[in-house]
Every structure is written in C-alpha cells, then in structure tokens.
C-alpha cells in the first residue's frame, strides 16, 4: 500500500523551476513531520526541507532562499517549489514522513515515498 505519493519530477534547465508535490492520507498527515530528501548519482541521501505539523521550516543551506517547503492541510499535500535550480539539484527526490522530527531530519523516516526524479541540465 503506497501511503505517499509524489508528482512534479522532470527535466528543466539551469534556473528554471520544479514544483514537486507529496499527498499522504489524513491520518498519516495529521500525526506526522514531513520533508523532502534527495539522493544524488553516487552519493548519499541529504535533507533537503522539512515541514512540522506546527509549519515549522527547514533547510539544508544548500537549497536556502530557492526552494520553498509548504503544506495544504485541505489537500493533505506537502509541495516543494524548487526555483533558480542548478544542475547540483538534480537526483531522485523524496517525501518523507515520521512522527519524530529528530528522526527525520536525520533520514531515519518510517514513510518513504517512491521518489521523483529530478534532472537540472546545464
């Protein structure tokens, strides 16, 4: 059973914009911490933006001032819109979601969505 579900991957140039949406159930939005990670071709998987219940933000420094994490409580959508991106932001993109925000942030979600990819050419 997929318990979230991300769209808005795909191939854009330097500088241009993605938006990457999560949806989860209620349940699993209600009770729990959600965020963005990436993984990159070789390299490990990072934090990329983390939202609490509460709208608490963040993120890594890498992604500062261009990407921007929200929530849609209605929609029970997590959505990153990803703006000036460079060709470093490319990678297989994931939402995750943990009760616990120490154990997200660390990437150590019990939710993993099936990831989007993400591809910036230069």
């Known amino acids: 059973q997929v318990q979230l579900v991300e769209s808005g991957g795909g191939l854009v140039q330097t500088g241009g914009s993605l938006r990457l949406s999560c949806t989860a159930s209620k349940t699993i939005f209600d009770d729990n911490v959600l965020g963005w990670f990436r993984q990159a071709p070789g390299k490990q998987r990072e934090m990329v933006a983390i939202?609490?219940?509460?709208?608490?933000?963040m993120y890594s420094d890498s992604v500062k001032g261009r990407f921007t994490i929200s929530r849609d409580n209605a929609k029970t959508t997590v959505t990153l819109q990803m703006n000036s991106l460079k060709p470093d932001d490319t990678g297989v993109y994931y939402c995750?979601?943990?009760?616990?925000?120490?154990?997200?942030?660390?990437?150590?979600?019990?939710?993993w969505g099936q990831g989007t990819q993400v591809t910036v050419s230069s």
């Open positions: 939202i609490t219940k509460y709208n608490g933000l």
């Open positions: 995750a979601a943990d009760p616990d925000y120490k154990q997200l942030a660390r990437g150590g979600a019990n939710l």
